[in-house]
């Protein structure tokens, strides 16, 4: 079965940095592309960040471009938020998401599987 697990969360200050991970398995991951979404405390999910199947694609929200950095490995299976440059506004529950095909999209419906997320918290 489909299973995305994200890491990499933590306590960060601002202007500090931190790398997420998602580790997925059950489907050829390679085939897909894949997304970054949040929620923080009392608001609705965001997607924030999507790659394209063979990484050459890369989208981002405009409150993180020029911060924010993903990435794949596909030997891995494996795809990363590099975020730097942290602000408090970017505290919220991290999520990636499998999207429906090689390219994902910006919307909830653009994507299949979810992971259960991992918590990034932003302060001094």
């Known amino acids: 079965q489909v299973q995305l697990v994200e890491s990499g969360g933590g306590l960060a200050q601002p202007g500090g940095s931190l790398r997420l991970s998602c580790a997925a398995s059950?489907?050829?991951?390679?085939?897909?592309?894949m997304s970054w979404a949040r929620q923080a405390p009392g608001k609705g999910l965001e997607w924030i960040s999507s790659?394209?199947?063979?990484?050459?694609?890369?989208y981002y929200t405009d409150s993180v471009k020029g911060r924010f950095t993903i990435s794949r490995d596909n030997a891995k299976n494996t795809v990363y938020l590099q975020m730097n440059s942290l602000k408090p506004e970017d505290t919220a529950l991290y999520t990636c998401?499998?999207?429906?095909?090689?390219?994902?999209?910006?919307?909830?419906?653009?994507?299949?599987?979810w992971g259960q997320g991992t918590q990034v918290t932003v302060s001094s």
């Open positions: 059950g489907f050829i991951f390679s085939t897909y592309g």
């Open positions: 790659i394209g199947a063979d990484g050459s694609s890369r």
């Open positions: 998401a499998r999207g429906r095909g090689a390219l994902a999209g910006r919307n909830t419906n653009d994507h299949d599987y």
